[in-house]
């Protein structure tokens, strides 16, 4: 049944990479807009890819084996993506992937109603979706935790968390709390 209406950009935090992945599905089985489902994270996952493409780079990190990358003497696909992520936020700063997404995925924004991102792992991360200079709005961000509950100190946007782990009884909870989310001003929309 699809009559779940997300907001424009929502992100999955927490959990293992299948969790939120399944999830993602689910959120896209439930939604009748059109949706872009993505990771914060592929401008580095291309990156290494660019640069090993003899190298197999899974989007899951954790299933990767700690496989050294040719040419190197020790560096392992975990190793340079970690260097590149650490690289990217002493360059770009704290919203680094996030800014890097909107790049990325800039010409899908007139394409897609609704933007998944299913990697969210630092939270200011999502501050390039809710710069109102930018022409964004904060009403229009969620942030679905699904691991364990988490304080943050940032302002704007709407956020949900699933304490439980079947993915079914996750939808009555995201459906619930985007009803209460939307008549409380926090998120817009109906």
Not at 9 to 37: C, E, M, P, W
Not at 52 to 68: R, T
Not at 82 to 107: E, F, I, N, P
Not at 162 to 188: A, D, F, M, Y
Request: with cysteine; net charge negative; proline share 5%.
């Amino acid at each position: 049944m699809k009559n779940l209406s997300l907001p424009r950009f929502t992100f999955l935090l927490g959990s293992t990479d299948l969790a939120r992945y399944d999830l993602a599905k689910a959120l896209v089985a439930s939604t009748f807009n059109s949706v872009y489902v993505g990771d914060l994270d592929t401008p580095i996952l291309n990156g290494i890819t660019g640069m090993f493409y003899d190298c197999n780079v899974l989007k899951d990190l954790d299933a990767v084996p700690d496989e050294v990358l040719p040419g190197t003497a020790s560096t392992t696909v975990r190793d340079m993506y970690h260097g590149l992520l650490k690289l990217l936020r002493q360059s770009l700063g704290a919203t680094a992937l996030g800014q890097l997404a909107l790049v990325d995925h800039r010409s899908n924004l007139d394409l897609f109603d609704n933007f998944i991102y299913r990697d969210l792992n630092q939270m200011t991360d999502v501050l390039p979706f809710m710069n109102q200079d930018a022409g964004f709005n904060p009403k229009n961000v969620l942030i679905i935790n699904l691991g364990e509950l988490k304080s943050h100190n940032l302002v704007g946007p709407a956020y949900i968390w699933l304490p439980v782990p079947e993915v079914s009884t996750q939808i009555l909870i995201i459906e619930k709390e985007l009803i209460i989310l939307r008549r409380t001003g926090v998120l817009n929309g109906s």
